[in-house]
């Protein structure tokens, strides 16, 4: 089992910036990649950005650019740096770890609201 915990959310103006962070414990050996999704009311859960053990990130196509995904493997922690945030950015977002045999887990979710 996999438990997650996330931090950093909450109210920004449009164009400021947000850092959420994940820390994942508990058969942490087993997950191969960890990636934030969001959902905003009435919608289905989209990618965010996700990372791999080996580094390698992918990224939804509307926050490229603007967000950064960054692991840091000795805290079993991840990071997303979320700059020049919009309001079509409100939602809350989840962190996601998947392990070698492709089992997801989830967190509890984190409000981000964009607004001025």
């Known amino acids: 089992q996999v438990q997650l915990v996330e931090s950093g959310g909450g109210l920004v103006q449009p164009g400021g910036s947000l850092r959420l962070s994940c820390a994942a414990s508990g058969t942490v050996f087993a997950i191969d990649a960890m990636g934030w999704y969001r959902q905003a009311p009435g919608s289905q859960r989209d990618l965010v950005a996700t990372i791999h053990r080996n580094g390698t990130t992918a990224y939804g196509e509307s926050v490229k650019g603007r967000f950064t995904i960054s692991r840091d493997n000795a805290k079993n922690t991840v990071y997303l740096q979320m700059n020049s945030l919009k309001p079509e950015d409100t939602a809350v977002y989840y962190c996601?770890?998947?392990?070698?045999?492709?089992?997801?887990?989830w967190g509890q979710g984190t409000q981000v609201t964009v607004s001025s």
């Open positions: 996601n770890a998947r392990t070698h045999d492709r089992v997801d887990y």
